[in-house]
């Protein structure tokens, strides 16, 4: 796929190598932010961002845009170092997007009216929820934390960095926790 960049005249290739020579010559002469030539890395991973994200049908182009532009200014540094930037920023990227659909689709699962729903579904989800929270309220903080982490799929070895523990440690914590949180249910269904 070629672009022609609106900084310079000539169309700019997204191929690997032209990734590799950008980010060489913009991580030569810091600070990267004031390079000219970080123009022509924004347009060429725009388009590459445009193109990859067009399988996710229900993030819309701007979102795709500020996607991009959000990934870039927070992982420049990163991307510039990467010793095969194209990959990191198509890994980084699909990891930013699907992120975003999962707390899109927590927010839109989260929500909700009585009209939508009807009197006895709501009673129902009502219940849900409260059990939910009653049940969150007996977790620890760092459970909590650590559980919320792993529902909005963060990697577990980032959340033990985070954390200060291992990555066994997180997967106990949340082992730990479900258990805590499924035995209500669990002596519900033995009645």
């Avoid at 390079?35 to 701007?62: F, K, N, Q, V």
């Avoid at 500020?66 to 920023?89: G, N």
């Avoid at 699907?98 to 006895?120: I, K, N, Q, Y």
């Avoid at 523990?165 to 002596?187: E, G, T």
Wanted: with cysteine.
């Amino acid at each position: 796929m070629r672009v022609r960049s609106r900084v310079f005249s000539r169309p700019l290739s997204t191929d690997g190598s032209v990734w590799k020579a950008l980010a060489a010559e913009i991580r030569a002469h810091p600070p990267p932010h004031a390079h000219p030539r970080l123009g022509s890395l924004y347009m060429i991973a725009l388009a590459e961002g445009r193109r990859r994200l067009r399988t996710y049908h229900t993030i819309d182009e701007e979102r795709r845009d500020d996607l991009v532009h959000d990934l870039l200014l927070a992982e420049l540094p990163a991307l510039l170092a990467a010793t095969r930037p194209l990959t990191f920023f198509r890994v980084a990227l699909r990891n930013r997007a699907r992120t975003w659909l999962r707390r899109c689709d927590a927010r839109v699962e989260g929500g909700g009216s009585e009209e939508e729903a009807g009197g006895a579904a709501v009673e129902d989800a009502m219940i849900e929820r409260l059990d939910g929270a009653r049940a969150l309220a007996k977790l620890s903080p760092r459970e909590r934390s650590v559980l919320i982490d792993v529902g909005l799929g963060e990697d577990r070895d980032a959340i033990a960095r985070a954390h200060g523990v291992s990555a066994a440690a997180v997967h106990q914590i949340v082992s730990r926790a479900r258990k805590r949180l499924n035995a209500p249910h669990a002596r519900r269904r033995a009645r």
